[in-house]
């Protein structure tokens, strides 16, 4: 059965940093398109960003540009997402998700990662 | 507000087909396939219908999917208590160039 951990979730300062990772096995990482989702407590879910098999194509949430970036290493099996200049808008449970194209076709996700901005 | 409509809430009775409607537009469920997501209280996501009528392994064919225009809709037949849950459509939107959710429809099983 397919696996994505993520890990590295945590309460921060707003302004702060914070890096999420996911880690997959029991599929081959390098042929899926992989993207974050997000959902606040009590919200629904918001798509954060995405990033084809080798990396060379990203695409990013108007809300997240500039200050979020997406990133892969194959050679790991894991997926990350560096979070920088962190709002209070950006707390919610952050999941990864594997899918077979760039749209949100999420056949797996992780049990998601809390992340908390708050002073 | 989400680009992707849906009512925030709808009910049946156990034995009764309900169904879920999913309002976008031109960028997305026009020109873009649409995915069903079924969310459990506390739990992940999951892949309920993908490429609008599609039901991936060990989804139950009581789920079916549709889509016509600039609208999909998810209809639930022979309504079970297990499926009391948070229901989220979603699509890619070009002129957005990226994925956008519907603000979910939370489902109650009377």
Request: with cysteine; net charge neutral; proline share 4%.
């Amino acid at each position: 059965e397919v696996q994505l951990v993520e890990s590295g979730g945590g309460l921060v300062q707003p302004g702060g940093s914070l890096r999420l990772s996911c880690v997959a096995s029991v599929f081959t990482f390098s042929r899926y398109w992989m993207s974050w989702v997000r959902q606040a407590p009590g919200k629904g879910l918001e798509w954060v960003a995405n990033i084809n098999h080798d990396g060379s194509e990203k695409n990013y949430v108007d809300s997240v540009k500039g200050r979020f970036t997406i990133s892969r290493d194959n050679a790991k099996n894991s997926l990350y997402l560096q979070m920088n200049s962190l709002r209070v808008e950006d707390t919610a449970v952050y999941y990864c998700a594997r899918g077979y194209t760039y749209g949100p076709d999420f056949h797996s996700w992780g049990q998601g990662t809390l992340v908390t901005v708050s002073s | 507000q989400s680009v992707l409509t849906q009512p925030p809430s709808a009910s049946g009775t156990p034995g009764q087909r309900v169904t879920i409607s999913c309002s976008g537009g031109s960028s997305n469920i026009a020109i873009n396939v649409v995915n069903w997501y079924q969310q459990l209280p506390g739990t992940a996501p999951k892949l309920l219908i993908y490429s609008n009528n599609q039901r991936p392994s060990g989804v139950p064919d009581r789920f079916s999917g549709s889509k016509s225009g600039t609208s999909a809709s998810l209809a639930i037949s022979g309504l079970q208590s297990e499926d009391e849950a948070d229901y989220y459509c979603a699509a890619w939107d070009d002129s957005l160039n990226g994925a956008v959710f519907g603000g979910g429809t939370q489902l109650t099983v009377l």
